[in-house]
């Protein structure tokens, strides 16, 4: 990247003070400068035109009254801390707080001059009234509620399973298939009670975000429409509104076909999502027509309480189908007519009156869902797991999507979330992903952001927060930019983990955080601080603290948004895997993640394969480099399991691997069910999109037969005794 000139008119400064890094280091530790042209289209994403020196002017003065007068509409602080005012707050306040409390004081100045009150010990989202002036002021706890909290014992053991919710199979009943191609959120409840049964805590799950009906071959949980609703096709009709009314909208579909579908090995999402939806519709018309009084007023309840989002993003379900071309293609809605891209517009308006019954199968569809969610988690804790279901949110939505056309004012529009040239990606990468603008987080109080946590929370035991490292800093590349004409962007961290803690409390919940690879300092503290898990993965934990393969999408190769690669190391690598009573306790302990190799796969170097196959090596790489590196790696891990054999066993050897990653003193063990089952393939490969089938995969087993395997049985006993242990 070309260094840019530095510019006299104030851009740099009013860059610095919108949080944007102007100058940063790459991975070859060479300084790079930002052009002038990408700090004005980061600068305008956030309202703040830069095109000449008086819109910079004026955009710097903007900046400055808001940072010095303005109280925000939320205020963010803890539980009794020292919380500062503006410049302006002066004289008595009242906070009126959501217990009923009244609490009345006085502003006071520091020596620094600088007003500031005591926050409350209450935590909540309370009212501050200033003499001219009130906001929200959001008291968060110390910490999310800790493992601990949650169970009840002072130093917590607990374990769980981790599922891609569409790889699951049920067995059928009778001759019909109870998945019909695809896992659902029924086969999510057998398998919550099912993993109950076997003594698991949690059942973490993949990202179960709305995606796109007109579109079900865009499969990746990565890339959702909408954070804030769920997989419509993931809805398990039968155990809301009855077998029966299963049966009969299922009337026109031919059981052979089924089977059929239900057979394969990777799932036919067109095929399967046609069938799936075939099925809702013919429910929802007979739903209209003589739905039970009592379901249709939880559905109505439904709509009330989910209110204008749930039924913009109906409606631009309902306006993306209709938009195909005759083709089959779709255009996304940036290159719709121009009256259609405004969800508050009056063609937008007398469209939805015009479809009404389309509208309504979206939010019924969606209804179901949400259902189907809440009964899982609520089976899995009633039949003993301590804490239910940890759902997955993604780090961003797709630009094309449902979130993006509904809630345009809050996105940094016109940017990709991506990652800045490495030694490994010359040219950078872009996801092709959403950001909140936080400019704009902090002018609506931060509601983009706690509306999307509650929506995750709604129904389940806790939230692992993909690549939390966005939090704090986000690349971002200008449409129709190369990624490295990017730029790094600053983030509110304290203010959003405060919230984050304050949320987990009301729900009752833990929160995880993906930290893999490349953490800044101090990062970690941060989350451990805020009662955040972080993770610890068994191919990461390195003896040296230079021999961390495993890299953060900020920094380093990740060559999708739900990617995250490993470099296995060379020939100069350390030769220890640190023992797991060495692991950081502040931590999940997990033997894999749904984009890196499983148990068997590393072992067998089926991701080598895979990249060999696909030319996915990296620049300096070789086959022959890589697989002599992964013999030393089976070796050195071989060595801490204490395996007597050498050379190492040829087959995986899953238990004492479970074994050694569960002896661990992290207060959570989590394994994904692709290593109970002896799964070869990880669900998705990294920088591979059609050439590897990623999202399709199912397990070959139904749960109940999973669990009835003996081998299976054993990895499970393995992982429980690593638990047990004091």
């Not at 009943?173 to 398998?191: I, K, S």
């Not at 890339?223 to 909208?249: C, I, T």
């Not at 804490?387 to 056309?405: E, N």
């Not at 961390?548 to 999708?560: E, K, L, M």
């Amino acid at each position: 990247m070309k260094r840019a000139k530095a510019e006299p008119d104030g851009l740099s400064a009013l860059a610095l003070d919108a949080g944007i890094a102007e100058h940063w280091t790459d991975a070859r530790q060479r300084p790079q400068q930002v052009s002038p042209d990408t700090l004005r289209a980061l600068l305008a994403a956030m309202d703040l035109p830069a095109g000449t020196a008086g819109d910079i002017e004026d955009s710097r003065r903007r900046l400055a009254e808001q940072a010095a007068d303005a109280l925000p509409p939320m205020l963010v602080t803890r539980c009794n801390a020292r919380t500062v005012l503006p410049q302006s707050a002066r004289g008595p306040y009242r906070i009126l707080c959501e217990s009923g409390r009244i609490l009345d004081g006085h502003i006071q100045a520091g020596a620094d001059r600088v007003p500031f009150m005591v926050a409350p010990d209450e935590p909540g989202y309370h009212r501050l009234l200033l003499t001219s002036a009130e906001a929200t002021l959001a008291v968060a706890p110390q910490k999310a509620p800790s493992l601990a909290d949650l169970t009840g014992a002072a130093s917590p053991r607990c374990w769980g399973l981790a599922a891609q919710v569409y790889s699951l199979r049920q067995d059928a009943r009778a001759t019909v298939p109870r998945t019909h191609g695809f896992g659902d959120f029924g086969a999510l409840r057998e398998l919550a009670v099912a993993a109950a049964e076997q003594g698991a805590d949690m059942l973490a799950i993949s990202p179960v975000h709305a995606m796109y009906t007109a579109q079900p071959e865009r499969s990746s949980p990565y890339s959702p429409s909408n954070r804030l609703f769920l997989n419509v096709l993931y809805a398990a009709p039968a155990s809301v509104l009855g077998q029966e009314a299963m049966v009969r909208a299922l009337s026109g579909v031919e059981l052979a076909e089924l089977s059929a579908l239900d057979g394969l090995d990777l799932i036919d999402w067109p095929a399967a999502a046609a069938i799936r939806l075939r099925v809702l519709r013919a429910l929802h018309a007979e739903f209209s027509r003589s739905g039970a009084v009592s379901q249709r007023a939880r559905y109505g309840q439904f709509c009330e309480d989910r209110g204008q989002a749930l039924r913009d993003h109906a409606i631009f379900e309902a306006l993306h189908a209709a938009q195909r071309a005759p083709d089959g293609t779709i255009p996304p809605w940036q290159k719709w007519p121009a009256a259609l891209r405004d969800p508050a517009s009056s063609q937008v308006r007398r469209f939805a009156q015009d479809h009404p019954l389309e509208v309504d199968f979206h939010q019924f569809a969606q209804w179901l869902a949400a259902e189907n969610l809440a009964a899982a988690h609520t089976a899995g804790r009633e039949a003993g797991m301590r804490l239910g279901l940890l759902a997955d949110l993604a780090v961003g939505a797709s630009p094309d999507g449902s979130h993006a056309w509904s809630r345009q004012a809050d996105l940094m529009r016109g940017m990709s979330v991506g990652a800045p040239p490495d030694i490994y990606n010359p040219l950078g990468q872009g996801w092709g992903l959403t950001a909140f603008s936080p400019r704009a987080l902090h002018n609506n109080g931060y509601a983009a952001f706690i509306e999307m946590l509650r929506a995750v929370l709604a129904h389940t035991g806790g939230v692992r927060i993909d690549h939390i490292l966005g939090m704090a800093r986000l690349w971002l590349v200008p449409e129709g930019g190369s990624p490295a004409d990017g730029a790094y962007l600053r983030y509110p961290l304290d203010e959003i983990l405060a919230l984050i803690a304050l949320e987990a409390w009301r729900h009752r919940a833990c929160a995880i955080g993906e930290n893999l690879g490349t953490v800044p300092e101090g990062f970690d503290d941060r989350l451990k601080d805020n009662g955040v898990l972080g993770m610890n993965v068994l191919w990461f934990m390195r003896q040296a603290p230079d021999a961390q393969p495993g890299t953060d999408r900020t920094d380093a190769d990740a060559a999708s948004p739900d990617a995250v690669i490993t470099e296995a190391p060379g020939p100069d690598a350390p030769a220890g895997f640190t023992p797991p009573a060495d692991w950081p306790e502040n931590a999940a302990a997990m033997t894999t993640t749904h984009d890196l190799p499983t148990l068997r796969g590393w072992w067998e170097e089926r991701d080598i394969d895979w990249r060999v196959k696909l030319n996915l090596l990296g620049h300096d790489d070789d086959e022959a480099s890589l697989r002599a590196a992964r013999a030393q790696d089976r070796e050195a891990l071989s060595r801490a399991l204490d395996l007597d054999a050498d050379p190492p066993p040829v087959d995986a050897p899953a238990p004492a691997l479970l074994r050694f990653v569960s002896s661990s003193p992290c207060p959570l063990l989590l394994v994904p069910m692709e290593d109970i089952a002896g799964v070869l393939d990880q669900p998705n490969l990294p920088g591979t999109i059609d050439t590897h089938p990623n999202w399709r995969q199912r397990l070959p087993l139904s749960i109940r037969a999973t669990f009835a395997d003996p081998a299976a049985q054993a990895r499970l006993d393995a992982a429980r005794a690593g638990r047990r242990q004091s």
